[in-house]
């Protein structure tokens, strides 16, 4: 698999140790994730008819909406080029949860974290999503490279931008045994019942697994 170019808008000061590397169907994203472009779309529909039906000028007003559509679904496309392959679970179905296990570590030692966010399971490609299903998942970080972990990081299924079933097992093969595992510890210390957040990890638990 050859590596990612350098991306154009997100930070190149750190590389995914198991990059995505694959494109995203914006399409599926959209309908996964409609609140963004439905407001680029509405944006542009609303002043090109305002254009059309009472001064041509308004048109004009199109055009931000235009170029900030255009500018998220590049970042779209450039988290699943450039992010990185992290293990997810389904946690639960009611609700439509996923948990996802990170290392927030910029190089120095071991800082694991588990995201708890919201994820659309009936719109999903390829999965039939009950609790326990394990999902593939790519996320960038948000932070200060220079410092021993990032503050964040943001993981989105790649059956939310892929209809692709060699793309998904590609990514789920690329995860290795231990992460799942590890992935299965780390819950042991996020509290029930599940809620959306970050939740920062007790490293010593998860260190055997990384052995």
């Known amino acids: 698999m050859k590596q990612p170019k350098q991306?154009?808008?997100?930070?190149n000061e750190a590389a995914a140790s198991?990059?995505?590397?694959?494109?995203?169907?914006?399409?599926r994203y959209a309908i996964c994730f409609p609140l963004w472009t439905t407001v680029?779309?509405?944006g542009c529909i609303f002043f090109l008819f305002m254009a059309l039906t009472m001064h041509p000028a308004a048109i004009i007003g199109a055009v931000p909406f235009g170029l900030l559509g255009l500018l998220y679904f590049w970042l779209i496309h450039e988290h699943f080029v450039h992010g990185c392959v992290?293990?997810?679970v389904v946690v639960s179905r009611g609700r439509q949860l996923i948990a996802v296990l990170t290392d927030l570590t910029t190089g120095y030692g071991f800082h694991p974290a588990v995201k708890v966010i919201y994820h659309p399971l009936y719109l999903m490609s390829g999965v039939e999503a009950e609790?326990?299903?394990r999902l593939a998942t790519v996320a960038v970080y948000r932070g200060n490279s220079d410092s021993t972990h990032w503050d964040n990081f943001y993981p989105i299924a790649a059956n939310c931008v892929t209809g692709d079933q060699q793309v998904i097992n590609r990514l789920m093969n690329s995860l290795k045994p231990q992460d799942w595992r590890q992935l299965q510890q780390a819950l042991e210390q996020v509290p029930r019942p599940f809620?959306?957040?970050l939740y920062l990890l007790d490293p010593t638990p998860?260190?055997?697994e990384r052995s």
């Open 206 to 208: 998860l260190l055997s």
């Open 40 to 42: 680029f779309f509405s």
């Open 7 to 11: 991306a154009l808008l997100m930070s």
């Open 18 to 27: 198991n990059p995505g590397n694959f494109r995203a169907n914006v399409v």
């Open 195 to 197: 809620e959306p957040g």
């Open 86 to 88: 992290n293990p997810g």
């Open 131 to 133: 609790v326990g299903t």
